[in-house]
């Protein structure tokens, strides 16, 4: 093989490497610009989840459609949709007028919202399916693990860095200059990317103009299974991270004063910048950490069921720890939180989030290493809708479970939900 045929994948998993990065660095920047300003609007915590919604309830379509879309076009194509989606969504919410009514305020957020998450879900079914497409038959054992990973864990840290810009550029230059700024950001890199399309058609592949739309769902046995796996895993995360523990930790961290409602907005942002910066490094490092280079694909399912269990476990044992604690302070723990158990429970978490990030990394390597080259973006886009769908129930799930049952509620569903998808990765049989 030449050094140019050589050159060729390389350049173009740099390419897709970048354009993932720069749309999750403005995704992460996004949410937290929403979060925040409307949180100073005074909308409540629950109305603020509202606001993502449909931000989640996207990403379940928009899976489906964009694996056979990738299929179809041509993943270069649906790589570049995305990006260029982003830009108009950042720029649609820079039009926001304080003048209007509440309700049609919501009502466009979770709009544009809706159309973030279409962006988000169609760079992502062209990126990680552009993987599958550039790894070579004969490569050695536990390449495709370390690159699926690198990509993932290191997209996942630029998004924890999303949320340390946007909350700069809010400060800075108030919410429609900061969403501008982004969208100017991204036209840049989507320019040069579109730009790039021909080089990248001969590497990614063209498109397949006789596929149909039925093809999305698999006839896969164990895809099905992971992918329902994969649902009750990033349900059981978004049951406590989207609501739950940032109105615990803010009820728990300010005085109620102005000046402490600050302090414990930063402390929550913060915390939730290093859960999901330190997620995606472990994720990166998971290959080295559970030694891919010697497991085949047998091995790598028998990981998945083994740290599926690990993650019950520890999420089991903190909502056991929160139950306890709770007792003889008040019947939900939502005010007034002893700062032992605060700290507990960011523990904890922190703990959650390293086996959470192994977890989700040999799932990642696993859809594509089940899938064939020639259905990976239809795999992957009907994989990452199971995903898409868990982290909207998780997302309602957190709302109402916090308003019924407090923190010690969260953790239990979570708690149920990572017990449902042991059970579902029991039965992947490679």
């Not at 796996?229 to 109620?256: E, K, M, N, Q, Y």
């Not at 891919?292 to 019950?312: E, I, K, N, P, Q």
Request: charge should be positive; aromatic fraction near 10%.
């Amino acid at each position: 093989m030449t050094t140019r045929t050589l050159a060729a994948p390389v350049r173009a998993y740099a390419v897709v490497t970048l354009a993932y990065w720069a749309f999750m660095l403005t995704d992460g920047a996004l949410r937290m610009l929403v979060l925040l300003h409307f949180h100073t609007l005074g909308f409540s915590p629950l109305t603020l989840a509202w606001l993502f919604l449909l931000y989640e309830l996207a990403g379940v379509g928009t899976n489906l459609v964009a694996g056979w879309l990738g299929t179809r076009f041509g993943l270069a194509s649906t790589l570049v949709a995305g990006l260029l989606l982003q830009v108009l969504t950042l720029a649609a919410l820079a039009e926001l007028d304080a003048g209007w009514t509440v309700a049609a305020s919501i009502a466009f957020v979770m709009l544009v919202q809706g159309a973030s998450g279409v962006a988000k879900d169609l760079t992502k079914t062209g990126a990680k399916s552009a993987v599958k497409r550039l790894s070579a038959d004969d490569a050695p054992r536990g390449s495709l693990f370390r690159i699926v990973a690198l990509l993932t864990g290191s997209k996942n840290a630029i998004k924890g860095l999303g949320f340390f810009v946007g909350t700069l550029l809010l400060g800075a230059v108030g919410f429609r200059d900061a969403t501008l700024l982004l969208a100017a950001f991204l036209a840049v890199l989507f320019v040069a990317v579109a730009l790039t399309v021909p080089r990248l058609d001969e590497s990614l592949g063209r498109g397949r103009p006789g596929s149909t739309l039925r093809e999305v769902f698999s006839t896969d046995a164990a895809i099905n299974r992971l992918a329902a796996a994969r649902l009750f895993l990033f349900g059981a995360r978004d049951t406590w991270f989207v609501v739950g523990v940032p109105i615990f930790f803010h009820d728990a961290l300010s005085d109620g004063t102005p000046a402490g409602d600050a302090q414990a907005f930063a402390l929550v942002g913060a915390f939730m910048a290093v859960w999901i910066i330190g997620y995606g490094a472990v994720q990166a490092a998971a290959p080295s950490l559970v030694g891919a280079h010697r497991h085949d694909l047998a091995d790598s399912v028998t990981l998945a069921r083994r740290w599926s269990g690990v993650l019950a476990g520890t999420i089991g044992v903190l909502t056991l720890i929160t139950a306890f604690g709770v007792a003889g302070e008040n019947a939900v723990l939502q005010a007034s939180a002893p700062y032992w158990l605060v700290a507990t429970v960011a523990l904890g978490l922190l703990v959650f989030g390293v086996v959470f990030a192994i977890n989700s990394s040999v799932h990642s390597y696993l859809i594509l290493a089940l899938s064939t080259r020639d259905r990976a973006a239809m795999d992957v886009g009907f994989y990452y809708a199971a995903n898409a769908l868990g982290r909207l129930v998780g997302t309602l799930l957190s709302g109402s479970s916090y308003q019924l049952g407090g923190l010690t509620g969260c953790l239990a569903v979570a708690t149920g939900m990572t017990l449902a998808s042991r059970v579902a990765v029991g039965r992947v049989e490679p």
